[in-house]
């Protein structure tokens, strides 16, 4: 079960302009795990199952019942656990613990102006300095234009103002 307390370590919050518009958070859910034992939960990312996965994903049921992050967005999953790894190693937990892989490092993001924002891709990085793997996500970010028409100020959607990436 996911406390608050869980979700204290938001190391990243990017508010962008038009405020409130834009909450972007990473958060280190180290405490929340996948709901499977850890010989099947390793066979899933042998196998790229990542549906499988997160079907079985703490985080994700939680905010489906509206109990953690209501109102946060996050982009489809399409890779292998983050954690717990060996450090300087590709091999998942191989001490006595032998944690269960987990998604423990996410990006979620509150939009309040929808048509503004558009999620484009969300990623994890290979490094293995850490016992995590960083995860980056990267959005389109529309920008607002105010036009003259007819002596009334009509707002539209100009081309795409920039794409904007976090590495976390």
Not at 13 to 22: N, R
Not at 34 to 59: C, F, I, P, T, W
Not at 90 to 119: G, M
Request: hydrophobic residues 35%.
């Amino acid at each position: 079960s996911i406390s608050p307390s869980s979700f204290l370590d938001l190391s990243l919050l990017l508010v962008l302009p038009l405020a409130p518009s834009y909450l972007f958070g990473h958060v280190d859910v180290t405490n929340e795990r996948l709901d499977l034992s850890r010989e099947l939960a390793l066979v899933y990312a042998r196998y790229n199952h990542h549906d499988k996965l997160m079907g079985q994903d703490q985080l994700t049921a939680q905010k489906r019942d509206k109990k953690v992050f209501v109102g946060f967005e996050e982009m489809k999953i399409n890779f292998n656990p983050t954690f717990k790894y060996d450090l300087n190693s590709n091999e998942y937990d191989t001490s006595k613990k032998q944690r269960v892989p987990a998604y423990c490092d996410r990006i979620l993001w509150r939009n309040w102006l929808h048509d503004f924002l558009e999620p484009i891709e969300y990623q994890r990085g290979e490094t293995t300095e850490s016992d995590h793997r960083p995860v980056k996500a990267l959005f389109l970010l529309k920008r607002a234009i105010s036009t003259q028409t007819s002596g009334t100020a009509a707002k539209g959607l100009q081309q795409p103002a920039s794409l904007t990436s976090l590495t976390l």
